[in-house]
């Protein structure tokens, strides 16, 4: 294995076994024992014992009393990740192995087994296994760490990982904030086997797609939008459509060959973004569907001005609140780009729209909604409302891995 990944590795994987003792402030335990798996730095009151970034820690009430055992970082926010509240529970090898399992016994269950698609193995906090995320898209997989838990545990995970889907290479992918958030050095490429220079391609509903698995966003393709992909192409036929923020082009493309859409044009702000796009429309045959560069504010603005209207309208921006500092400003954002997409709306058409701001939730995303209707004097109807495939789940005592909200609407 290639530690370079992690340019400074320990000397040895970090201790099963606690070191120290975390103990909360007073008043700060109840989401804790509700099995919330980050305990934030403002709830910490003193740290008992030597406590070094990845080490195993136990989490305890200012009253003394036990509430779990998870991993320690004193460079993040999140100052533990919990993974256990079995008091005595050795976070073992053996341990991460049980964990790893379950996730690939769930993906087994829902069918996401198959190497010509391609699905998430692993979603973080959804698996229980905060800060890692494993994608597989064909024979390949990528990585994607967002906690010092799991980065140093790499060296213990990755034979796991191959043990479990056989792999013929894995790579990882890294986001310079997040990096810098949880003090990671971790640096991207191919970690084991080999990795292909060029894109990899896989199946997903009968439509093909390439991804490159060195330089796509994040870990190389939104795979949480599979089946709204599908949805959205149902409302469709015959219809003109308009996929704003379309990146590679995953929802213009399932319009077009999944629901018999009339004419489709796909915009997004990445010049790289529309020549894959192009490149899966070309993949598929499908000759109806166009592809521009533009700002998709803009690009909106000029539609509503030159009078043009479309039968289906899909709108999937990037993360526009990071923080729960930005929401206000991301709320801004939402209702701009949803108002000007129901002015170029026919009436009776439908609205696909899309948030994958965690710190936004699904109320106030419709509240958003309901501030379009008033203000463009349309009646908006919410007719389905989505949230990500399956092979992300999402944890019950941890909302904010319900990131990704879809609501289809008919727009009169």
């Not at 975390?22 to 030597?50: I, T, Y």
Request: include cysteine; aromatic fraction near 8%; hydrophobic fraction near 40%.
């Amino acid at each position: 294995m290639d530690t370079s990944i992690e340019p400074s590795p320990p000397a040895a994987l970090p201790s099963s076994e606690p070191v120290a003792r975390v103990v909360l402030k007073p008043r700060k335990a109840r989401p804790f024992f509700g099995r919330h798996p980050w305990v934030l730095d403002s709830a910490v009151d003193r740290v008992d014992g030597p406590a070094a970034d990845g080490d195993v820690v136990d989490l305890f009430t200012d009253q003394g009393k036990f509430i779990a055992r998870g991993v320690y970082n004193s460079q993040s926010r999140i100052r533990v990740r919990l993974y256990t509240w079995k008091a005595g529970e050795s976070l073992d090898e053996n341990f991460w192995r049980a964990r790893l399992q379950a996730a690939a016994g769930l993906r087994a269950q829902h069918g996401f087994d198959d190497r010509g698609q391609a699905a998430r193995l692993v979603s973080s906090e959804g698996d229980r296994l905060s800060g890692l995320v494993v994608e597989r898209y064909a024979d390949q997989l990528v990585l994607q760490v967002t906690a010092k838990s799991m980065a140093v545990r790499l060296p213990l995970l990755i034979p796991m990982l191959q043990e479990l889907w056989q792999p013929r290479g894995i790579t990882l992918r890294t986001e310079r904030e997040m990096n810098k958030a949880e003090g990671l050095s971790l640096k991207e490429g191919t970690i084991v086997g080999d990795v292909p220079e060029g894109p990899v391609f896989f199946t997903e509903h009968g439509v093909r797609y390439g991804v490159d698995l060195q330089a796509g966003q994040k870990t190389g393709f939104f795979l949480d939008q599979r089946d709204n992909r599908r949805a959205a192409a149902s409302y469709a036929r015959d219809r003109r459509v308009l996929d704003v923020c379309c990146y590679t082009g995953g929802f213009s493309i399932a319009a077009a060959a999944l629901g018999g859409a009339h004419e489709v044009l796909g915009i997004d702000s990445s010049a790289k973004a529309i020549a894959v796009a192009r490149a899966h429309a070309e993949l598929n045959s499908q000759t109806r569907v166009q592809f521009e560069e533009a700002d998709a504010f803009q690009k909106l603005e000029n539609l509503y001005q030159q009078r043009e209207l479309f039968g289906l309208v899909i709108v999937d921006p990037p993360k526009f609140a990071r923080t729960r500092q930005h929401v206000e400003e991301a709320m801004r954002a939402y209702h701009q780009l949803n108002r000007l997409a129901v002015n170029v709306l026919e009436p009776g058409g439908i609205l696909v729209t899309c948030s994958c701001s965690g710190h936004v939730t699904r109320e106030d995303f419709m509240f958003t909604l309901a501030e379009v209707s008033e203000r463009t004097g349309r009646d908006i109807q919410i007719l389905e409302t989505r949230g990500a495939a399956p092979d992300h789940p999402v944890n019950a005592s941890c909302l904010e891995s319900e990131y990704l909200k879809c609501l289809v609407c008919r727009v009169g």
